[in-house]
């Protein structure tokens, strides 16, 4: 059974940094292409970043780019997010998924992601 686990989100002042984690299991996580998600209040799940199997940043939406940071560390099958620069538009629930053009997997509880006032 394919499962992810979302953690690292917190109050975070605008401006500042932290980093997001995304383990999972059930499949061969190094055979995978890898996604970041964030779903804002009222709003759509959108696409924030993706990256290759191989480690290799395959994209970044525009509100993001130079922020944001995807990787990975197979050898721990975990996934990153690295968040710099908070702005106030970043405040969301983060998930991580799998696949290519769409997320393939079932959906884990995310991680909030908050900006302090």
């Known amino acids: 059974q394919v499962q992810f686990e979302e953690s690292g989100g917190g109050l975070v002042p605008p401006g500042g940094s932290l980093r997001l984690s995304c383990a999972a299991s059930?499949?061969?996580?190094?055979?995978?292409?890898m996604n970041w998600y964030r779903q804002a209040p009222g709003k759509e799940r959108e696409l924030v970043a993706r990256?290759?199997?191989?480690?290799?940043?395959?994209k970044y939406v525009d509100s993001v780019l130079d922020r944001f940071t995807i990787s990975i560390d197979n050898d721990k099958n975990t996934r990153y997010l690295q968040i710099s620069s908070l702005k106030p538009e970043d405040p969301a629930v983060y998930f991580c998924?799998?696949?290519?053009?769409?997320?393939?997997?079932?959906w884990g509880q995310g991680t909030q992601v908050t900006v302090s006032s």
């Open positions: 990256i290759s199997a191989h480690g290799t940043p395959m």
């Open positions: 059930g499949f061969d996580f190094w055979r995978k292409i």
């Open positions: 998924n799998m696949g290519y053009p769409n997320p393939e997997g079932s």
